[in-house]
């Protein structure tokens, strides 16, 4: 299975910290993306990252991908209360394939 | 914005039912998926459908589930006969580009 696996399973931080979240896989991928779920809703796409690239930057996210360890990390700066959620890291194949997810990440960001 | 819808947002019914779920997928989309989440574990994938037919399916996806897109908007999941082990959220997902769109999901309670 190519499932990403994300650790730490939860994560509690102050406001204002910065969360790291990590994520592994196991087999070739086309690109990998992260999303995030608030308690009981659906999932919203936060950010992408291709094979071919090491490093992506979306406002306060941050990724990173090494292929050559079949990792990935999540950093989100700076961090507030509304970031509280779920974040779930999912493989992609080679585009349109079914999405895997990982068992996700639960941030509390306490105020 | 454009938005994956889903209904109904609950659904209890008694095992050994029949239930659909339904999906109305971004227009101009022409991937849709199927997930499931056991409450706070990952999501797992259950079907694919492309090009009015099913592209890829998971273990899971067995021979009480169906999949049918009956009138080109709507995309709809059967579970023939519901078992206490298909209580869950179940989500419907669209995608023309890499990134996924979520539905809110259906939570479904067999009891």
């Known amino acids: 299975s190519q499932q990403g696996e994300e650790d730490p399973q939860a994560l509690s931080i102050q406001e204002g910290e910065n969360a790291t979240m990590n994520c592994s896989y196991k087999t070739s991928i086309n690109n990998l993306q992260w999303y995030r779920q608030n308690s009981g809703r659906g999932l919203v796409h936060l950010i992408l990252i291709r094979s071919n690239e090491r490093e992506k930057h979306s406002g306060r996210l941050r990724v990173t991908l090494d292929t050559s360890k079949k990792s990935s990390s999540l950093l989100i700066t700076a961090s507030r209360a509304a970031d509280t959620a779920s974040y779930f890291c999912a493989t992609d194949r080679r585009g349109n394939t079914p999405l895997v997810f990982g068992k996700g990440t639960r941030l509390s960001v306490i105020a | 914005e454009p938005e994956v819808t889903q209904t109904p947002s609950h659904q209890v019914t008694q095992m050994g039912q029949e239930v659909i779920l339904r999906c109305v997928p971004i227009?101009?989309?022409?991937?849709f998926y199927w997930y499931r989440q056991i409450l706070g574990q990952k999501v797992e994938f259950l079907v694919s459908?492309?090009?009015?037919?099913?592209?890829?399916k998971s273990e899971i996806f067995d021979d009480q589930f169906s999949v049918e897109r009956p009138d080109g908007s709507n995309f709809t999941l059967k579970i023939r006969s519901t078992k206490l082990e298909d209580s869950a959220m179940y989500f419907c997902?669209?995608?023309?580009?890499?990134?996924?769109?979520f539905g809110q999901g259906t939570r479904l309670t067999v009891v």
């Open positions: 997902a669209s995608r023309d580009r890499p990134e996924a769109f």
């Open positions: 227009s101009n989309h022409l991937y």
């Open positions: 459908f492309y090009n009015n037919e099913i592209s890829e």
